[in-house]
């Protein structure tokens, strides 16, 4: 079997290509001239120069390949317009080569594994975690997008299977998003945003890059009797995680004792109002946005994981505790904290 991945210079990306090779399946990694092979050191992969917004280099990618697995995107984007162009776009790029090259006789894609994100179903309305059964409602133009992805990869489901996993809150060695709290955390400061529920906490579903990987290349590998054209999957790590209990894990795995900093609505609405204006001005993306406010605000971004499981031979291995201190340990060795 033959992979092309898509988003294979980051830290998922980069992760899965470990997988796939142990699994025995050749792999071509979808890039652009300038993307950085950092995390591809010591890989065995072909790298295919291109990119999600070049469709003929999407048609020389997909030529000879079984199964796509595409996690190209973008997660912050300096206006609703780009998120689309990167994330809806691409991914009806990516999926219109696919099914033309199939039908020129050229090509063999079979299967088409879409890593979205529980953005596009958005937060569980209430404690309950959120299934695939639920109607989907993103709060967020960066959930919009994904679920715009999603809907524009269906239009293909005749030309191959197309599958699509939704994680919720990702981390692991490699990842830059979690080093940005962890080195918070390093500080000694731990931000606690205000919450509606009653012990005063918001709960997040969590998953190890490694978990994750694992799922992505089960939903490759796995016959296809046993899922369904359009099968769309939550994952987590089965685990509901308070925001204090996640910091402190990261506080655990530093080593550090830590005090707690309140962010109420009000400063966050500010703080993201503010640097919502900032961007637009130098033309950048921060962290905090007024986008990325309304994925801040809500208490419960939980999801469940059994339908993953009821289809799959997947199961979670790694929990908090353990994997957050795995995380940390790969940052400390590689100087990134």
């Given amino acids: 079997m033959k992979a092309l991945v898509t988003g294979g210079s980051g830290f998922i990306g ?61 997660i912050a984007a300096k206006d609703r317009t780009e998120y689309f162009r990167f994330n809806a776009e691409g991914t009806a790029n990516l999926a219109r080569a696919a099914e033309e090259v199939n039908q020129s006789g050229g090509g063999r894609v079979k299967r088409f594994v879409y890593v979205s994100s529980m953005a596009a179903g958005g937060p569980a309305p209430t404690s309950t975690p959120r299934t695939e059964n639920d109607v989907d409602a993103p709060v967020s133009a960066y959930g919009e997008s994904k679920r715009a992805g999603e809907a524009e990869l269906l239009r293909h489901r005749d030309a191959f299977l197309p599958l699509i996993l939704r994680p919720p809150l990702v981390y692991g060695p490699k990842d830059q998003a979690t080093l940005l709290l962890v080195k918070t955390v390093a500080k000694r400061i731990i931000p606690k945003f205000a919450a509606s529920t009653a012990d005063g906490e918001k709960y997040y579903s969590v998953i190890h890059s490694s978990d994750l990987v694992e799922a992505i290349a089960t939903l490759g590998t796995v ?40 962010l109420p609505a009000p400063v966050l609405r500010f703080a993201a109002v503010a ?63």
């Fill in 14 to 74: 980069s992760t899965l290509i470990e997988s796939l090779t142990r699994r025995g399946i050749s792999v071509d990694v979808l890039m652009r001239k300038t993307s950085s092979d950092r995390h591809l050191q010591g890989l065995d992969y072909r790298r295919r120069e291109g990119d999600i917004t070049d469709f003929e280099s999407l048609k020389r990618a997909v030529a000879d390949v079984d199964v796509i697995f595409h996690l190209a995107g973008v």
């Fill in 223 to 262: 016959a296809a009797e046993r899922v369904s054209n359009g099968d769309v999957f939550y994952i987590s790590s089965g685990e509901e995680v308070s925001a204090s209990r996640l910091m402190g894990a990261m506080a655990s795995a530093l080593g550090v004792k830590t005090f707690t900093l309140p």
């Fill in 275 to 337: 640097a919502t204006i900032v961007g637009r001005v130098l033309g950048k993306s921060f962290v905090l946005n007024r986008d990325k406010l309304h994925e801040i605000l809500p208490d419960y971004w939980t999801c469940s994981n059994l339908k993953l499981m009821t289809k799959t031979s997947w199961r979670p291995q790694i929990h908090l505790e353990s994997g957050m201190k795995d995380a940390v340990d790969w940052y400390r060795t590689n100087g990134w904290i």
